[in-house]
């Protein structure tokens, strides 16, 4: 999968995501950076990058996928 793939699909579910009260959603396609704006204030940011894997014999179902989420408080 590309990376410009997974970030627009995950664009997608965050912007649909109704049960997560997001007021905004910024996307910095440069740096590979969605901000999320919550509607209690609360400040996402979201960095998608493609990692690497070891062969895919030796891991055929397990896949590095890491979401690092940082809280800007303001």
Do not use: H
């Not at 440069?30 to 014999?57: A, W």
């Amino acid at each position: 999968m590309k990376l410009n793939y997974f970030k627009d699909k995950l664009f997608e579910l965050l912007n649909e995501e109704i049960n997560m009260e997001i007021k905004d959603i910024t996307a910095n396609d440069r740096e590979d950076k969605f901000t999320v704006e919550i509607q209690d204030g609360s400040v996402f940011e979201v960095k998608c990058t493609k990692m690497k894997t070891t062969s895919k014999i030796d891991r055929p179902f397990k896949k590095d996928i890491r979401f690092y989420w940082k809280l800007k408080n303001y």
